[in-house]
């Protein structure tokens, strides 16, 4: 190519295919959200249905799914499922395949963040339990979905910009993030073959219930306020283009990578 432009040849005209794909087309598409019950979960649920896809609500608490599912009013599976369990994953796995005869996209949503604190507050067993849920969860469903995945797929979990600019006192939080990243650029390599395409989507601060405290505490709120880029907390709104585009067609050469939305927290 360097070539040819020295010697003054024109370069081959890129051919511009007839059609293109639409990011965030996902309608039809059979898809698993953990997580589902508040938060984050229950409005990327919402953006898949309202966007034609059937999905499965899975997280602990059954009557908040419940819920949720009769306002979706779309074709939802509810799915009460502990995700820190490798059983209630494969559980979750079958019965959207024993319902829809098929998975395409698979969501590890559920987090916790129950500590604020350095290595004096974070036990082991609390240190134990936002590992199980936070990475060993999200194992355990990617695992689980890709056993049942026949025509390729998409697989997504939830990081955190945390992943790569920890804060003060959330230490298992942070590493449980960081472990997910590694742990997707892996899978993606271990499943490209079946066609199962890996990533996660990282989000900065979001107001949700998850960061109510922080939100409400003036000092850590303007500290974060005054790492953002943007000078805001992200809307809800803001976050699910992501998941949307990494389901769709137009996401198909994307794999083992991570999309931050973050208003620039993690630049700042
Ligand atoms: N909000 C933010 O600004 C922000 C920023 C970065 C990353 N994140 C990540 O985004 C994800 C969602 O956060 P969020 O803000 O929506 O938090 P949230 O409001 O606290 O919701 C957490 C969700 O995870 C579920 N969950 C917790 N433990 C579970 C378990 N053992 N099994 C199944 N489900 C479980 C909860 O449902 P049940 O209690 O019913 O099980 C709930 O649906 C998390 O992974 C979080 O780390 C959030």
């Not at 024109?10 to 953990?34: N, Q, S, Y």
């Not at 009769?70 to 502990?82: C, I, K, N, R």
Request: net charge negative.
């Amino acid at each position: 190519m360097v070539h040819d432009q020295i010697a003054g040849e024109a370069p081959r005209p890129i051919v511009v295919p007839r059609v293109l794909p639409l990011p965030g087309a996902v309608a039809g598409k059979r898809v698993v959200v953990t997580g589902a019950s508040r938060g984050l979960g229950v409005v990327i649920s919402t953006a898949f249905a309202r966007a034609g896809a059937r999905v499965a609500l899975a997280a602990r608490n059954g009557a908040a799914l419940e819920l949720l599912a009769a306002e979706l009013g779309s074709e939802t599976l509810v799915v009460p499922t502990d995700c820190s369990l490798p059983e209630d994953n494969e559980r979750l796995a079958q019965t959207v395949i024993a319902e829809w005869g098929g998975l395409d996209v698979w969501i590890s949503n559920a987090g916790i963040s129950p500590v604020l604190g350095g290595p004096a507050r974070t036990t082991p067993d609390l240190w134990r339990q936002v590992i199980d849920v936070n990475l060993s969860g999200a194992y355990y469903g990617a695992r689980a979905a890709a056993a049942v995945m026949t025509d390729g797929g998409r697989i997504m979990v939830t990081a955190s910009v945390l992943a790569d600019r920890p804060r003060k006192g959330l230490v298992a939080y942070s590493a449980s993030k960081a472990g997910i990243v590694a742990m997707v650029k892996a899978l993606a390599l271990d499943l490209a073959d079946d066609g199962i395409l890996v990533n996660a989507v990282a989000p900065g601060w979001f107001d949700s219930p998850l960061t109510e405290a922080w939100q409400a505490n003036e000092r850590l709120g303007e500290s974060i306020l005054g790492h953002t880029a943007l000078h805001r907390w992200g809307s809800v709104d803001e976050l699910v283009g992501a998941y949307l585009f990494l389901a769709s067609s137009a996401a198909s050469f994307i794999t083992g990578t991570v999309i931050t939305v973050d208003g620039g927290y993690a630049i700042s």
